[in-house]
């Protein structure tokens, strides 16, 4: 198979791959926002340490 076969089958992989995810994030969207506020209280946490640190 040639390169424009590979980067048809790429394009047609990506397509699917976008579509199933974007559905997944639908379905499991108050689950990724409850996984996004704990990151970002954890990464909140990390940097007030550090600040505290340097003191």
């Known amino acids: ?3 424009r076969g590979y980067t ?3 394009w ?3 397509q699917i791959g976008t579509r199933v995810a974007k ?3 639908a379905q499991n969207r ?4 409850a996984l996004a506020i704990i990151a970002l209280v ?3 946490g990390i ?3 550090k ?3 340097g003191e």
């Open 1 to 3: 198979m040639n390169t």
């Open 8 to 10: 048809v089958i790429g």
């Open 12 to 14: 047609v992989v990506w």
């Open 23 to 25: 559905r997944k994030m």
């Open 30 to 33: 108050v689950k990724l926002g």
């Open 42 to 44: 954890l990464v909140g």
């Open 47 to 49: 940097l007030a340490a």
């Open 51 to 53: 600040a505290n640190d």
